[in-house]
């Protein structure tokens, strides 16, 4: 069962979607059961990569390969390592986690919302095991349709303008990610006769690629061409300025899947291709990476501090927040770079937290504006307490998860770019300063707003929304050896390619 698992686990999604499409669309609460089954079956089965994943292997897991377009070398190939597999188990964890935030959403074509979660989910897990970079291409574009309608359909008062943004960004890097594929498989043909778009072909071959001869040496416009896609997606500044509009504008079960899995995919790009495949490039171009990643930080932390939208605040957090995870990977040290990926699931698992309360208060008030708060504490201790646990382990509060990511980061950072950590430092002390002013002013001083004295706390469908990943939260941040192990193998390799 094993050697077929990650192939199957990675359709699954699409088949529960399918199975969904005879059900008729005012049957509203039959949809959400079978998603919500469906989903929760997913984790679960998901978890057998976990328990079966061998730690001390660095190699692909799990691995499956069937011909597919054998004319051209490719193949329906899928693999995990350490590394993907922290971000699999992210996923499919957060569907079950959005399905249930969005139940008891009052909506039109609830049948089609939970069809696209789970389209998405499909594309999201692909994008991650793929080891055939054409089969990676098509699940990378298969995320983009689903999260338009999410964004288009089921968004905010400008939600076409987001989506319209949010689609043309990601597909101009997408476009010249495929002439980078395309190109390294005429690459590979050339160097060994053999067409092939196989990952494990193209660590033999990419390398080889020149980066002497300036700025148009094939090696540095191929990097290049990966990187615009995957900066575009991480957000990296300055092409972030589509993440703010989608974020505010998307309803909350897709903020959480945009800022929790599909900004991850830009990071692991970086790793697994601009990283892995082309060395020589990657450090050429580590000064920029670095530069661009450090004012990323400190730049989200000054916009997010100045916004009068909560929501929109915590979309800009995730510019920073991101940064981190660039900073790490561009420095290059085994703690940093384990930080990163450390990082990219602690930034799923909070600023998903964050949003998914942020929806919970919106539910109630019909207003994001932190003017409009005050004083909630006294009406929603529970919701209180949850909301600062989350905003403390989001700065990177000692014995939550966010310390652990930051501090390995900046760490193995020092060794060789100690200026870049000073900054960065600097980043982390706006970050408290603009998340802290947030909650001040939203649950403590008076409450001066007679629309929000009555008020409920938090309900037991919306704690069990949030309590897994409350979980992770202090998990990591007390025990982060459980996830820093996994991927430690796969980390030294990736670094001595």
Excluded at 99 to 127: D, P, Q, R, Y
Excluded at 166 to 193: D, E, K, P, R
Excluded at 260 to 275: E, Q, S, T, W
Aim: without cysteine; charged residues 10%.
């Amino acid at each position: 069962m094993d050697q077929h698992l990650l192939f199957l686990l990675t359709l699954s999604p699409t088949i529960f979607a399918i199975l969904l499409l005879p059900i008729p669309k005012h049957w509203k609460r039959v949809h959400r059961v079978v998603t919500l089954i469906g989903s929760t079956v997913i984790f679960a089965v998901s978890t057998r990569l976990w328990t079966g994943f061998n730690p001390d292997n660095p190699a692909f897991q799990f691995v499956d390969q069937h011909q597919w377009i054998p004319q051209f070398g490719i193949s329906i190939h899928v693999g995990l390592d350490g590394i993907s597999l922290l971000l699999v188990l992210l996923t499919t964890l957060l569907l079950p986690v959005v399905v249930l935030a969005a139940w008891s959403l009052n909506i039109e074509h609830i049948k089609s919302l939970h069809i696209t979660f789970l389209l998405l989910a499909t594309g999201m897990m692909g994008t991650f095991v793929s080891l055939d970079l054409f089969l990676f291409y098509i699940f990378w574009e298969i995320t983009l349709i689903p999260m338009y309608f999410i964004i288009g359909v089921w968004g905010g008062p400008r939600r076409i303008y987001a989506a319209v943004k949010f689609f043309i960004f990601t597909m101009v890097g997408s476009v010249l990610m495929l002439v980078a594929i395309l190109y390294l498989g005429w690459f590979h043909h050339q160097q060994t006769g053999v067409w092939s778009y196989d990952y494990l072909d193209f660590l033999q071959t990419a390398p080889l690629l020149s980066v002497s001869g300036g700025w148009l040496a094939p090696g540095l416009l191929v990097f290049a061409a990966f990187a615009l896609a995957f900066a575009i997606k991480v957000p990296i500044f300055p092409f972030h300025t589509w993440l703010p509009d989608a974020h505010v504008e998307a309803p909350t079960t897709g903020s959480v899947l945009l800022a929790g899995v599909l900004l991850k995919m830009g990071a692991y790009g970086f790793m697994r291709f601009n990283r892995a495949l082309l060395p020589d490039a990657w450090d050429i171009f580590v000064p920029l990476i670095l530069a661009l990643a450090v004012i990323g930080i400190i730049y989200g932390a000054l916009v997010a501090m100045v916004q009068p939208d909560v929501k929109k605040l915590v979309a800009y957090s995730s510019v920073s927040h991101m940064g981190f995870v660039m900073l790490g990977l561009a420095a290059g040290t085994q703690a940093s770079t384990q930080g990163a990926v450390l990082q990219m699931v602690n930034h799923g698992l909070t600023t998903g937290a964050l949003f998914l309360l942020v929806g919970m208060i919106y539910e109630r008030t019909y207003t994001r504006l932190i003017a409009d708060f005050g004083g909630l504490a006294t009406v929603m201790p529970v919701y209180t307490g949850i909301f600062l646990v989350v905003t403390l382990g989001s700065i990177g509060l000692p014995g939550l998860n966010g310390f652990v990511g930051e501090f390995l980061i900046l760490a193995g950072a020092w060794q060789n770019y100690p200026l870049a950590v000073v900054l960065a430092g600097l980043g982390i002390i706006l970050g408290a300063v603009y998340m802290l002013w947030m909650v001040q002013r939203i649950f403590w001083g008076p409450l001066d707003n007679p629309k929000n004295e009555g008020l409920s706390d938090i309900r037991f469908r919306e704690l069990m929304v949030v309590a897994p990943l409350l979980v992770l939260i202090v998990w990591i941040g007390i025990y982060p050896t459980t996830f820093l192990n996994p991927m430690e193998a796969a980390v030294r390799l990736l670094l001595a390619r």
